[in-house]
């Protein structure tokens, strides 16, 4: 018995399923192109077996841990490791029987759909996943991966991956991506350039990573100059290993474009730690602006992603570190926040400023009139909790009208977890067949044009976008 429906996602109209799976087909097999995620470079560095199910499927996906720790399940008995080393569960099975007991908590869930597309198209499992099959799955899975067939370089061309991209600190010394590169292996993993350690001065341990980061480029800390000159210093050795985008994880959009003594001030400030709040908030938005006017000189595409409070639980934070499914959305202004970039470099036809927004309420009110008339900005498809049947239906719903579909970027998955990337990609492709066929059954598109579009938004606009 198939754990995945045909037809799942499509229109119940049978007219208007049928053309949506017939724009699907056209689609399905299209080349991935993951232009922004977080999987590990180590992993297509060493091509080593993955260890287990669990360390697959569990442990690393806050996805998946969040929504169990929500119902009491402690993250030490899911195997996620704790800050300070203390003991958590290791036990692969243990944490695999875990998962299973609680699979019924992501019913309805995009991860519930992204887990069974794994399980069915990867590893050729037909039952559910229940507490009396997870032995079964364990072995199952634990038996693949041990094949050289489920290697992740393997699974890379497999999964019909033209191109992904990491995500690095700038402190990186990209050993990984070198060591790709040296083998001779000819899969595309690239870069990204994350410089949110040594931009934010509520980042952990700032004026030293600003230190470090300086000495790497072999520039002066002490001075504004200096610091700028490492940033260019060492985006030119990002892209030296691909790199074709930087990513800002800033909390909010706040942008300013301060006169170059003032700037110079303010960087004095908060390395000195002086900075109030409303001066850390002021140093993040002029460092957007400064990372702008440094893409319209080296190319790079430039990412904002902004509105997440971070971190959210100090308790959690303490015990296990960031990046455990306590990062919230939060309200967001665009508008006000991004005029001063937009009024330096807004009306620059050869920069791309790509915005997404964890605040959906900003789609058709913000982001798509944004959109819509500046030529540097581009919307960054649903992120994050929105990367769903919904989210990406109401993405659609609300920015089309107004941005339409080439002011928009296509889709990236944004995943450490690596089998969910044709599930995602594959749900993707679903919501936009489905909603096109809307457009051709309403009168409000052609169908021939609705088949070039379901090609551009399968990968030839991120393509474009990310300058692929």
């Known amino acids: 018995m198939a754990l995945l429906d045909a037809d799942r996602l499509f229109p119940v109209e049978e007219r208007v399923r049928g053309m949506a799976r017939a724009l699907y087909d056209t689609v399905k097999d299209a080349p991935i192109l993951s232009p922004h995620g977080h999987t590990d470079p180590r992993w297509f560095a060493e091509n080593a077996a993955f260890p287990d199910p669990a360390q697959l499927f569990?442990?690393?996906?806050?996805?998946?841990?969040r929504m169990l720790h929500s119902q009491?399940?402690?993250?030490?008995?899911?195997g996620v490791p704790r800050a300070d080393g203390g003991p958590v569960e290791t036990d692969g099975r243990t944490v695999w029987r875990?998962?299973?007991?609680?699979?019924?908590?992501?019913?309805?869930?995009?991860?519930?759909?992204?887990?069974?597309?794994?399980?069915?198209?990867?590893?050729?499992?037909?039952?559910r996943l229940s507490a009396a099959t997870a032995?079964?799955?364990?072995?199952?899975?634990?038996?693949?991966?041990?094949k050289p067939e489920f290697r992740p370089r393997a699974l890379f061309e497999r999964f019909g991956i033209e191109v992904i991209a990491t995500t690095e600190s700038p402190l990186d010394d990209l050993k990984w991506h070198r060591m790709i590169r040296e083998s001779g292996w000819t899969g595309r993993v690239i870069t990204a350039y994350r410089p949110d350690p040594v931009v934010d001065p509520d980042f952990g341990g700032f004026v030293?990573?600003?230190?470090?980061?300086?000495?790497?480029?072999?520039?002066?800390?002490?001075?504004?100059?200096?610091?700028?000159?490492?940033h260019r210093n060492r985006r030119a050795y990002f892209k030296q290993f691909g790199a074709t985008s930087t990513d800002h994880g800033h909390p909010t959009a706040t942008t300013?474009?301060?006169?170059p003594a003032e700037a110079a001030a303010l960087y004095d400030r908060v390395m000195t730690g002086l900075a109030d709040t409303a001066e850390r908030e002021a140093f993040r938005g002029q460092m957007l602006t400064e990372m702008a006017k440094m893409s319209l000189d080296d190319g790079l595409v430039m990412q904002i992603h902004p509105g997440a409070f971070r971190n959210h639980s100090g308790p959690v934070l303490d015990r296990f570190g960031r990046d455990k499914g306590y990062d919230i959305p939060s309200r967001t202004d665009y508008v006000t926040a991004l005029k001063p970039l937009l009024d330096a470099v807004g009306e620059e036809p050869n920069l791309t400023v790509i915005l997404f927004t964890l605040d959906e309420t900003t789609y058709a009110r913000e982001l798509a009139p944004l959109a819509g008339v500046y030529p540097c900005l581009r919307l960054g498809p649903p992120w994050w909790f929105h990367d769903s049947y919904e989210g990406m239906w109401r993405f659609r719903q609300m920015t089309t009208e107004?941005?339409?579909?080439?002011?928009?970027?296509?889709?990236?998955?944004?995943?450490?977890?690596?089998?969910?990337?044709?599930?995602?990609?594959?749900?993707?492709?679903r919501v936009d067949s489905a909603f096109?066929?809307?457009?051709?059954?309403?009168?409000?598109?052609?169908?021939?044009?609705?088949?070039e579009v379901a090609q551009d938004l399968a990968h030839r606009l991120a393509r474009q976008a990310y300058r692929l």
């Not at 009491?72 to 899911?78: I, P």
């Not at 032995?135 to 041990?146: E, G, S, T, V």
């Not at 096109?436 to 088949?451: C, N, P, S």
């Open 58 to 65: 569990v442990t690393p996906d806050h996805y998946v841990f």
């Open 402 to 429: 107004t941005a339409g579909f080439y002011n928009t970027v296509g889709f990236n998955d944004d995943t450490r977890a690596f089998c969910s990337i044709p599930a995602r990609h594959d749900v993707s492709r």
């Open 256 to 259: 300013h474009n301060l006169g």
């Open 72 to 78: 009491g399940v402690r993250l030490e008995s899911l």
């Open 135 to 146: 032995d079964m799955y364990y072995d199952h899975i634990a038996a693949c991966l041990a």
């Open 98 to 127: 875990r998962f299973a007991e609680h699979f019924h908590l992501l019913r309805a869930t995009p991860s519930r759909i992204w887990l069974d597309h794994a399980f069915e198209n990867v590893f050729g499992l037909d039952q």
């Open 436 to 451: 096109l066929a809307t457009l051709v059954a309403t009168g409000r598109l052609a169908e021939d044009e609705a088949f």
């Open 208 to 230: 030293q990573n600003v230190e470090q980061f300086c000495a790497l480029a072999g520039e002066d800390p002490g001075s504004y100059a200096g610091y700028l000159a490492a």
